[in-house]
Structures are given as C-alpha cells and as structure tokens.
C-alpha cells in the first residue's frame, strides 16, 4: 500500500517526467531505452536543470537575478533539509542524496545559468567555463547515476561524460545561434561574429565538435549494460543533427533553425534498438 509519503514522492518524479516529455522528445526517447531503475533519477535531473535554464533564457518581464538567486537558495535548501513543496526540487533532491551527487557539479551548473545573465559574448576562457557547468556537469549528473556507487567506473568514465556533454552544447550553439543572437544578444563561440558567420568559422567549430563526438563513442561503449542504450540513442540524434548542421551554408542556419523531425526521431530510437539486440556497437 502506497503511504501518504510515497505517493507525494511519486507525483513530484511525474512532474519532472512531464518537463522532459514536453521540453524534448529527443531525451525521453533515450530515457526511455534506459533500464528502468534509471528513469525516475534522470527526468529528474532533467526537470532540474530544464527549470534553471527556464529561468534566465524566457523569463524577461521578471527580474531572472532574483529568481535564480531563489531557485540556487532552495535548492540547497531542499538537499540539505530532504525535502522541498517544490516537486522539481524535491526529485532532484532525492537524487542528489541517493547517489552522492558532488555539490560542485550543481554550483558549476548554476553559475553557468548566472553567466548568461551577465555575458553576451564569451572568451576562450569564459567559453569553456560555460560549457563545463552548463552541459559538462550534467553529464557527469547522469553518469554518478549511471553507475549506481561504483566510484572506480565513475572515474574511469568522467572525462567520456564531459565530452558527450560538450558534444551536445555545442550542436545546440550552432543550432540555435540565431535565436541565441536574435532574441538574448548571445553569442557562445569565441571570436565569432554573427553578422559575418562564415564557412571557415564554422568549419573550425564543427572540427572541435567532431573530436568531442570521437571522444565520447569510447565513453558510451563503457558505460553499465543498462545505460548504454539510452546514451547511444541521444548520441545518434545529435550527431545525425550534428551532420545536418554541417551539410547546411552558414547564410542558412543564421536564419533558421535546423530540426530533425519527430519521425526521423523514431527510427533512430528503432534502428539502435534493434543493432542493440543484434549485437551491433
């Protein structure tokens, strides 16, 4: 019998199953072909770090500084204390506590939001310190997880994770790097100008994105039987975005967003499950 405790427990992992369901169909195909021990743990890391980046890229008629200033406060809040009435924070917490996830993985992560609040243009430097709180540390999230208290696999597979964390930011910077000018005046790569993107710019990025790729496929194929599905399918969306990407001019994605459909999707999600089973890497 499910105890008052339990079911309010199970509604706040819902809601960060729904987050993930409506923000990217690409994620919860690939949650879904996770063991399903993992699941609940990773839409909530999800809804967690969905909701954060909520907070500084759409909320502009509200002051974005004090409202993550109040999402980092109880946050910590709700990880020291073991519980939250915010149902995102309470799943995130329990996950946190659960798997022993290092606090300085989520201060990299909330200081990474904070730096889109401040900066519009990124240094070398500043560059990379945005990708590793932003996307890095999420991987490593996953990975702690993932691993289920094996310290020895975890460290084995840290930097793997990072790289596939990078991979990932890194298409979505070319991706949306309209929309990131457009409408946040934002422009991640270093050096780069919006105005005169051009083909050997992005060649030298899609280089940089190609060796975070190599390097993460070495990870994926490490990783615990139960999660490498589900990475594997995140894996292939990206990069066949990636591809996509790398097969259009820079006149066209300064104007539009490249998408992969919802259809493409899904038999990417069939083709790695069935190589799975079949014993294709």
């Known amino acids: 019998m499910t105890t008052p405790k339990q079911l309010f427990e199970d509604t706040t ?3 960060s ?40 890229d759409t909320f502009h008629d509200f002051d974005k500084k004090t409202l993550l200033d109040r999402f980092r406060s109880d946050t910590y809040l709700a990880i020291d204390e073991g519980i939250s009435l915010n149902p995102v924070l309470h799943a995130f917490q329990v996950v946190v506590r659960q798997f022993d996830i290092d606090k300085d993985l989520i201060d990299a992560f909330l200081h990474s939001m904070e730096m889109d609040l401040d900066f519009t243009k990124y240094s070398d430097e500043k560059y990379h310190e945005y ?12 990975l702690k997880v993932f691993c289920e208290g094996d310290g020895t696999t975890y460290e084995k597979l840290k930097g793997y994770a990072c790289s596939l964390g990078a991979a990932f930011q890194k298409v979505n910077f070319l991706r949306d790097i309209k929309s990131d000018f457009e409408e946040r005046g934002r422009v991640y790569f270093p050096g780069v100008d919006f105005n005169s993107f051009d083909q050997s710019a992005k060649k030298v990025i899609e280089a940089d994105i190609q060796k975070d790729f190599d390097d993460a496929l070495i990870g994926i194929r490490q990783l615990p039987e139960g999660a490498k599905l589900g990475v594997k399918i995140a894996y292939l969306y990206y990069l066949k975005l990636f591809h996509k990407i790398k097969s259009t001019s820079p006149e066209v994605i300064t104007r539009q967003r490249i998408r992969i459909p919802n259809a493409r999707k899904a ?4 083709a790695t499950y069935f190589g799975s089973k079949l014993g294709f890497s």
Do not use: P
């Open 13 to 15: 992992f819902e809601c």
């Open 17 to 56: 199953k729904l987050i993930t369901q409506r923000y990217s169909t690409s994620f919860t195909l690939g949650i879904k072909t996770l063991d399903k021990k993992f699941h609940k743990s990773i839409y909530a890391i999800y809804g967690f770090v969905r909701y954060a980046d909520e907070i500084v």
């Open 131 to 142: 990708i590793y709180g932003s996307a890095e540390v999420v991987g490593l999230m996953c």
């Open 267 to 270: 038999s990417l999600l069939l």
